[in-house]
């Protein structure tokens, strides 16, 4: 082999060895990416789900309001049939 072959020969080397780090580097970002998915996934789930306790909530708390506004407006009713 002669020189320029040689010389060829490493550069090419160099230039397959800078991709096998490229792709080494991407995979591990690739891996850090799922684990950064797959936390916000499970925080978007948790999210949702408080967001339908908090609606379940706020609708008792609305159904208990109307009861009891109904209460008052029929005690208010009983104390005008009084005087």
């Known amino acids: 082999m002669n020189n320029m072959s040689l010389e ?6 160099a230039k397959v ?10 995979q591990m970002e690739i891996e850090e990416l799922k684990e950064t998915n797959e936390s916000l ?7 949702r789900s408080n967001r339908e306790t908090l609606a379940q909530d706020n609708d008792k708390l609305q159904n208990d309001h109307q009861a009891w506004q109904e209460r008052v407006r029929t005690l208010l ?4 049939h009084v005087e």
Not at 17 to 26: E, G, N, P
Not at 41 to 47: S, V
Not at 77 to 80: A, P
């Open 17 to 26: 060895q800078m991709a096998v780090d490229t792709i080494s580097l991407l």
């Open 41 to 47: 996934t499970a925080e978007a789930n948790e999210l």
């Open 8 to 13: 060829m020969l490493e550069k090419l080397e």
């Open 77 to 80: 009713g009983k104390m005008d």
